[in-house]
């Protein structure tokens, strides 16, 4: 499949070295220099992931990870040189699903590229084609339901938004209730140690979770911490 990958990046030599590297893998690349194109890009046509920066004119990187999520679910990759944890940690709240920065390698950013799409579409995290419920393999926990096959959480019936990222973290919580899982293993299951492995880029997801899938998430009833060790889904 010959994915479109977003480049929207204010800097036209970081678009043109990102292009060379990801086209000669055979992505359609495609590019905004401003936040406000990039958004026009992903509603005028199909996006498969998008590689984000963060200080661009007329929308800034996190204003757009966050009117991209308001209707689409494909991973986000930022790439910035702002390094700080409270960069990373407010850019992984809005959506993204990875978080890198300049300077960088681009054959790293590939490897981010393709782990990310091979994690998302193989997982069927392309929500877009649904098959019918009576094709659907679903776990089930309390009042949560996945469905493996439209890539989908609900509780209580009602969809519930997640990011690519958090939607592999639940999926593999609920696949085995009550046996814990370690951080190094969740992050196996959004892309390997590609993506960031600090505790905070883990943390962060979790409350996430939480705050969307819990009635109380400063009183979790789902994902609970085994300190020291892991998270867990609580079997019901």
């Known amino acids: 499949m010959n994915h479109t990958i977003l480049i929207a ?4 030599d970081i678009i043109e070295l990102l292009s060379l590297y990801l086209t000669s893998e055979g992505y359609h690349v495609i590019s905004a220099e401003n936040g406000l194109q990039a958004l026009e890009l992903v509603h005028g046509q199909p996006v498969a992931l998008a590689i984000i920066d963060l200080m661009m004119p007329l929308l800034n990187g996190y204003d757009l990870v966050k009117k991209i999520r308001e209707t ?23 959506g993204a699903d990875a978080y890198m920065t300049k300077p960088f390698n681009p054959l790293e950013v590939v490897a981010y590229v393709k782990a990310s799409l091979r994690r998302y579409y193989d997982l069927g995290g392309d929500v877009q084609t649904p098959l019918p419920d009576t094709q659907e393999d679903v776990l089930t926990v309390g009042e949560l339901t996945f469905h493996l096959y439209r890539f989908v959480l609900k509780k209580r019936g009602k969809v519930i938004p997640l990011t690519p990222s958090e939607l592999k973290i639940i999926m593999k919580l609920m696949q085995s209730p009550g046996r814990v899982y370690t951080k190094a293993q969740l992050y196996t299951c959004i892309g390997g140690e590609l993506y960031e492995s600090d505790d905070n880029t883990m943390m962060v997801h979790i409350s996430n979770l939480r705050a969307k899938i819990e009635d109380d998430p400063s009183n979790p ?13 609580e079997a019901e």
């Not at 494909?74 to 992984?92: C, E, R, V, Y």
């Not at 020291?228 to 889904?233: A, D, E, P, T, V």
């Open 72 to 94: 689409h679910n494909f991973p986000i990759i930022i790439l910035s040189a702002k390094s700080l944890d409270t960069d990373k940690i407010l850019g992984l709240n809005l």
């Open 9 to 12: 990046e204010d800097d036209p």
């Open 221 to 233: 009833r789902y994902i609970k911490t085994v300190r020291g060790l892991g998270y867990k889904i």
